[in-house]
């Protein structure tokens, strides 16, 4: 296995929680995909059949044609999961990884359980819960009292941490998000882990922070949640 390859592998399996036969368990997606230039990662879910996963291999693992074709492998992943349960959601997106020594412009308040009433009565209240268990660093820039941007960790483990980023809709266009997202690159790196940043093709707001801060675009994801019967 090429080197490139093996890092890929450890990424996928680093950023969700799999079995002992490598299908991803708990509350991860249906389906993951992650492509890079040198080869294609995907992992179904352990709750799908396995003719089902078995087709999905397949599909990742064909020649893509051109560029133009491209589309039609999303829509045979989201054929072959349709018939096994109604779709709920599907993300597409590039995904880069945050370079050392990336300079926040600003200072920026770390959030825990101690001060996770800053995010309370804003508009970015709902991840009050998280700062109160935090996966792993949570930065934010604190204006009159309240945070109006924020980034954290939503996925985590030992070599990698995945952000999760939000600004306030009356501080966009203000660079705030570049800001926090730097503060939070560099505190994932000083506990040994990779600070890796996703966002979805059609977020152009974030692939603009994304360039902004210099980040190294490494691949693409792609991922599909069904509907959990209730």
Do not use: K
């Not at 890929?8 to 680093?14: I, K, N």
């Not at 599907?90 to 200072?107: E, F, H, K, N, S």
């Not at 308040?109 to 991840?127: K, Q, R």
């Not at 979805?200 to 959990?228: C, H, K, P, W, Y």
Request: proline content about 6%.
């Amino acid at each position: 296995m090429a080197l490139a390859e093996l890092r890929r592998e450890e990424l996928v399996s680093q950023l969700f929680e799999t079995d002992g036969a490598g299908r991803l368990v708990g509350r991860a997606p249906a389906f993951y995909v992650l492509r890079t230039a040198d080869g294609v990662s995907c992992r179904c879910h352990a709750s799908l059949p396995d003719d089902c996963a078995t087709r999905l291999r397949a599909i990742a693992d064909r020649p893509r044609g051109r560029p133009r074709e491209w589309a039609r492998e999303y829509g045979a992943y989201l054929a072959a999961l349709g018939a096994i349960a109604p779709l709920a959601s599907m993300r597409a997106g590039p995904l880069y990884v945050c370079p050392p020594g990336l300079a926040a412009a600003g200072a920026c308040v770390s959030l825990g359980p101690d001060n996770a009433a800053l995010l309370e009565g804003g508009a970015l209240a709902e991840w009050a819960s998280d700062a109160r268990s935090p996966r792993g660093p949570m930065l934010a820039v604190v204006e009159d009292d309240g945070v109006v941007s924020l980034c954290a960790s939503v996925a985590a483990s030992s070599a990698y941490h995945q952000a999760g980023v939000e600004t306030a809709p009356a501080a966009r266009g203000r660079g705030l998000a570049g800001r926090a997202v730097a503060a939070w690159a560099e505190r994932v790196r000083a506990l040994g882990a990779e600070p890796l940043y996703g966002t979805t093709f059609d977020n152009l707001a974030s692939q603009a922070v994304a360039r902004r801060l210099g980040l190294r675009l490494i691949g693409s994801e792609f991922s599909v949640e069904l509907m959990v019967p209730t």
